[in-house]
């Protein structure tokens, strides 16, 4: 057994954030030291497969815009001056180059602010088409209504299986037999299902036709599901685990080469439907914008509706005339949009509560004014808090955590699919372990992980300062594989969604006297009693508790949603819990409380 100091991360520097995030994914501890190949000429030193953008002169190496921030964002590494990279300039290392103009140098925070951004809707120079392309690429196709009947035999089919149940056990018998078997027994589930629902169908597809010759009906079944759900989180809340884990196991190429037939195809989204049938000449219009922005009713008389309506068809109606081929049917470029306006709906839904809780935050609070009774400040130790923040720390360490949220929610249509490469891929194998939250498949999560990086680093780059752990937990006990990731940042709108309803509806108490009353007596009014809600979420919501033990919580990034749920968990407990009832809270899960 190693000892202490031949470990490659020590306890000590992880909860002190001295380790770089991009250095901190579990290694066997008793294998040899890992031999890595130089970067490619042109490429960033520390991940190898980026292109280089920026030269550390300290360091002498080149890093892509994602490494260096990580790398030089703490400790002496924060002081180093670089400059702009390119193969031709910075291709050799010369000394005399490195001093040959000191203006060029700029300290790290000059350096991020030099980096191109990405492109953004009041950039003078956004390109509707190339930002349209890229978010259609991970946009999914609306079912269409044939789709939806066999979505509803699929769930139906996995409602009855036990699938996990008979796999993921300590069982001694050979576990590739017992996957194919599960496999099997879900198809022919499915089988038995479409004949029940449409004979003449089910004759055509399955008479004298074994699995593997079906092997195109069960992968189009298959992707539907997948499809659904990261259209409708809300949905397939059981099914979609078996599904994933199932369609995980029979990736397993022993299991692919005694099922005889694949199970996995590709999911099917707005960019590769249109790019089959040369169609993207559809995302590149300015209009697309008008044809796919969702109607928001919310302060609009009808008039303004209607308006925005026929403005909004009128536009789709251009498009699919337009752009209608022998290849490519009106209707069809019409569901391509319709699918497109999904999205922008998901967004509202998802990631607008960061942005609505963001006002509230910087409305009724300000890092320099320290209003006792409103206080943010946080001790460790007192009311269950880990963390211990003055009022200024702990506005900015909120403030910057719901950015963080919002970066994450506004790419999660991304990170699915990476989340859905991630489970699928026949190169990354899952171990089962007990997490102290019981048997779970620890799975690596490459794809997802590195996106991840890359959206807590622009999340940063846009902060400036950051306060807390920059520690992303993926594939270990904390977060064991990219199906739990993708769940845990669904919450995010489970929990500030009904506390905005609820700060949104508290004008509406005071048109009844009683809730009028009420509010004058107990909070002195709606103003102080929505400071005081705020208030109480702002502190007990993000101070590092929730967790079973010390180190699983505190700030690292997947610790502040931890204590935002430990904080759900204690609602009814709080003295304003009879407001969120009077507003109509039925819980943070659409459900009823304990």
């Known amino acids: 057994m190693p000892s202490g100091s031949n470990k490659r991360n020590q306890l000590d520097d992880i909860l002190s954030d001295k380790v770089s995030i991009m250095d901190t994914e579990d290694l066997n501890e ?17 991940c190898k497969d980026q292109a280089a953008i920026v030269f550390c002169d300290n360091c002498n190496e080149p890093f892509c ?9 703490t400790g002496k590494r924060a002081k180093h001056t670089s400059k702009p990279y390119s193969v031709e300039k910075n291709g050799h290392n010369d000394a005399d180059e490195m001093d040959e103009d000191e203006d060029t140098l700029v300290e790290k925070d000059e350096a991020k602010t030099d980096l191109k951004p990405a492109p953004t809707m009041s950039s003078a120079d956004f390109n509707v088409g190339q930002w349209m392309e890229n978010r259609a690429k991970y946009i999914p196709l609306r079912l269409q209504l044939e789709e939806r009947k066999l979505l509803r035999l699929l769930e139906a089919a996995l409602n009855v ?12 018998t050979s576990k590739a037999k017992r996957i194919v078997a599960q496999i099997k027994e879900l198809c022919a589930t499915l089988t038995g299902l479409v004949l029940a629902c449409d004979y003449k169908r089910g ?7 074994t699995f593997d010759e079906n092997e195109e009906f069960f992968q189009r079944i298959f992707e539907i599901g997948r499809r659904h759900k990261i259209m409708n989180p809300e949905k397939m809340r059981s099914a979609y685990g078996k599904l994933m884990y199932m369609l995980s196991d029979s990736m397993i190429p022993e299991v692919q080469e005694m099922l005889g037939f ?60 337009k752009y209608q081929s022998k290849y490519l049917a009106a209707e069809e470029i019409r569901h ?18 960061c942005e609505k809780m963001i006002r509230y935050l910087e409305e009724y609070f300000h890092p320099k004014d320290d209003d006792k009774e409103y206080s943010l400040s946080i001790a460790a130790g007192a009311q269950g808090h880990r963390l211990s923040h003055d009022h200024e720390t702990q506005y900015i360490y909120v403030n910057q955590t719901l950015k963080l949220w919002r970066e994450i929610l506004n790419e999660m249509f991304m990170l699915w699919t990476l989340a859905d490469h991630d489970m699928l891929s026949t190169s990354n194998p899952y171990r089962l372990s007990q997490t102290g939250q019981g048997l779970h498949r620890i799975q690596p999560c490459p794809a997802v992980s590195r996106e991840m990086h890359r959206t807590l680093f622009k999340a940063q780059k846009k902060a400036g300062t950051w306060i807390g752990s920059s520690v992303i937990h993926l594939g270990d006990k904390n977060v064991p594989n990219a199906l739990i990731f993708i769940d845990k940042y669904n919450q995010v709108s489970r929990i500030l969604n009904p506390i905005c309803l609820t700060l949104d509806k508290l004008d509406e108490l005071t048109n009844h006297e009683g809730g009028k009353k009420f509010l004058e007596r107990k909070f002195g009014g709606v103003p102080q009693c929505r400071k005081a809600i705020l208030a109480d979420f702002f502190r007990g919501a ?53």
């Open 262 to 321: 694949s199970c996995v195809a590709p999911i099917l989204t707005v960019y590769g439907f249109l790019k089959e049938r040369r169609g993207l000449g559809v995302l590149r219009e300015d209009i697309i914008l008008l044809a796919t922005r969702e109607i928001i009713p919310d302060g609009k008389s009808r008039m303004q509706i209607q308006t925005e309506i026929r403005r909004k068809e009128k536009a789709i109606e251009q498009l699919s005339r």
């Open 542 to 594: 993000f101070d590092g508790s929730g967790a079973d033990n010390f180190y699983d919580a505190g700030s690292c990034i997947d610790g502040r949603l931890t204590s935002a749920w430990n904080w759900c968990s204690q609602i009814e407990q709080k003295s304003y819990f009879p407001v969120f009832l009077l507003t109509g809270f039925v819980g943070f899960d659409g459900g009823g409380w304990s």
């Open 30 to 46: 008793d294998s040899a030291p890992l031999i890595e190949e130089e970067a490619q000429p042109g490429f960033c030193v520390e």
């Open 65 to 73: 815009e994602v490494c260096f921030g990580m790398i030089h964002r």
């Open 161 to 172: 299986s036990e699938y996990t149940d008979h796999i993921d056990n300590e069982s001694h």
């Open 203 to 209: 004759q055509e597809l399955f008479a004298e036709r």
């Open 336 to 353: 391509c949009l319709y699918s497109i306006g999904d999205n922008n709906a998901y967004l509202r839904e998802n990631r607008d509560p």
